[in-house]
């Protein structure tokens, strides 16, 4: 399957999902707007079959080809993302979003692994972009996988893999939305505890998130009405390769070897907690902040390795994310901002 690439520094999203796959949203739909540093690369490949070889040909050579299958991939490179459109793809990645208005006025949106028995299909979405002067949309958008990262004093990045049916079309007419402020979070603002310490805070130099939703590729085909529909998938469906993985550097201090050390050996769990900053929101009282809160309940070493740097001792820690009851899964986000009371409205 030979790619066909496109790229595209413009998007537009929505607030919202599709009502059922196959069915874009309206471009009024299409309200919150980016422009990105790292460009969208677009990857609309098709896969054909030949009747090279086959019976009563009388030759060898290929005469006719087909289309097989076709769909989009997409990536959004790592970068540093704002806060509510980092809060979007948490939400698509999870196909969930509870929300609640805090006593201050700002939205919490908490996103976690559903039970495969009741969120069997990813949520999609519609995506528009803007490449060689022309507006067109994306369907059937589904987030497969996504990075959160933080690293120093820079600011938190997230990036990820997408799937979606089709390029829909052209969009006529279409007008983007306004470029607004953007808000950004902080590696180096908020908090962080690893098995119950919260000491080590000052030590953590960069963190990185990876979570996979576990769709299931090879089950997106399925029996269409009309051959014109047949090469296009026709719904996301999610199997159990969810992962949460983590992986951490820190600046060690006397006893962190041997004590992390142990710690993988004994296979034990650790309660993990991380969270990032950002600017105060406007209009809250009493005060709140934006921020990206991680939680990971029992959090599991894979990995342990180290290494001297001006003197400086550094572990680099590898973790994964195993069940919790009260989590659902292996991980909990939380995101607060000022601007959005429900990714998901009913």
């Avoid at 997408?162 to 180096?188: E, M």
């Avoid at 000052?202 to 090879?218: T, V």
């Amino acid at each position: 399957m030979a790619p066909v690439l496109r790229t595209a520094s413009k998007l537009a999203w929505p607030v919202k999902k599709q009502a059922s796959f196959g069915s874009p949203l309206d471009k009024t739909d299409l309200t919150g707007f980016i422009k990105l540093n790292e460009p969208l690369i677009i990857d609309e490949s098709a896969e054909h079959w030949t009747d090279r070889g086959m019976a009563g040909m009388g030759h060898d050579w290929v005469t006719q080809r087909g289309r097989l299958r076709q769909y989009v991939r997409f990536e959004i490179p790592v970068q540093p993302l704002p806060v509510g459109f980092v809060g979007y793809l948490l939400a698509l990645l999870f196909s969930a979003d509870s929300s609640q208005q805090l006593s201050g006025g700002a939205y919490e949106h908490t996103s976690r692994f559903q039970p495969l028995s009741g969120r069997p299909e990813a949520y999609c979405t519609t995506l528009a972009v803007h490449e060689d002067n022309g507006d067109y949309y994306i369907q059937d958008v589904a987030c497969a996988s996504l990075t959160l990262r933080g690293s120093g004093t820079d600011r938190l990045e997230a990036g990820g893999s997408f799937l979606a049916s089709k390029i829909g079309g052209t969009l006529q007419s279409f007008s983007w939305p306004s470029a607004v402020p953007l808000r950004y979070l902080y590696n180096y603002a908020g908090s962080f505890s690893i098995g119950g310490d919260s000491g080590k805070r000052s030590q953590l130099r960069s963190f990185e998130l990876s979570l996979e939703a576990g769709i299931n590729l090879e089950l997106a085909w399925r029996k269409s009405a009309t051959e014109e529909a047949r090469i296009y998938p026709a719904a996301w469906p999610c199997g159990p390769e969810r992962k949460a993985a983590l992986k951490l550097t820190l600046l060690g201090e006397s006893g962190d070897l041997a004590s992390f050390r142990a710690a993988q050996q004994n296979g034990a769990p650790a309660g993990f907690v991380l969270s990032c900053l950002g600017e105060k929101i406007s209009g809250t009282s009493p005060e709140e902040s934006d921020g990206v809160e991680l939680t990971i309940p029992q959090a599991f070493y894979t990995g342990l390795d180290y290494g001297y740097e001006n003197g400086l001792l550094q572990l680099e820690l590898s973790l994964e994310g195993g069940y919790d009851q009260a989590t659902g899964g292996p991980v909990s986000v939380r995101t607060v901002e000022g601007d959005i009371s429900s990714y998901f409205p009913a």
